[in-house]
């Protein structure tokens, strides 16, 4: 008969790490996937109101926004004063600019598209109405009819 016999400690067998590389760079394609990034940095301060009747929109790459609302950063506050200003994209603009700005948003958009566009208007709740009012008439001036009104959902009373 044949003897058994141990030969030392054996200890635990150490851990495979050839598939790890591949495991991490199918993370990395994976959220480089499904992220996406912002298109414009914001240089005006919005909080927006509340509403109870939200709808969300459903194509979101058919919609322009124009945020209005105070300088948020000292700079600005320095460089444009701490009245409320109008940014479309990644500017800051007066009304007069905005029929241009329509105008080069839809160029950029399919013929077809061009009439589904919504344009959506981020307002801080501290804002006066004339100025929202200044910017509606100047988009009605560039035949952009579709506005919406970016609001945060509250709760009914």
């Known amino acids: 008969m044949s ?8 200890g635990v067998p ?3 790490m050839g598939s790890m590389s591949d495991i991490i760079f199918m993370f990395l394609f994976f959220f480089m996937v499904i992220t ?26 058919l919609i322009a926004n124009i ?6 950063t000292r700079e600005l506050i320095a460089k444009y004063g701490p009245e409320p200003r109008i940014q479309l994209n990644d500017q800051l603009g007066d009304v007069r600019d905005i029929v241009q700005f329509v105008e080069i948003e839809k160029k950029a958009r399919n013929e077809a ?9 981020r307002v801080d709740e501290a804002v006066k109405m004339g ?7 100047e988009l009605r001036k560039a035949s952009a009819f579709k506005v919406n009104y ?5 709760v009914k009373k």
Do not use: Y
Not at 3 to 10: D, I, L, M, V
Not at 36 to 61: D, I, N
Not at 67 to 72: E, L, M, R
Not at 150 to 154: F, H, L, P, V
């Open 36 to 61: 996406t990034m912002r298109e414009s940095q914001l240089f005006v301060r919005t909080k927006v109101p509340q509403a109870t009747e939200v709808q969300k929109l459903e194509k979101k790459s």
């Open 131 to 137: 100025i929202v009012t200044d910017v509606k008439q």
């Open 14 to 16: 150490d851990l495979n």
């Open 150 to 154: 970016s609001t945060s959902k509250g």
């Open 3 to 10: 003897r058994f016999r141990k030969e030392g400690k054996k």
């Open 113 to 121: 598209d061009r009439t589904q566009m919504t344009w959506s208007l």
């Open 67 to 72: 945020n209005i609302g105070q300088p948020n």
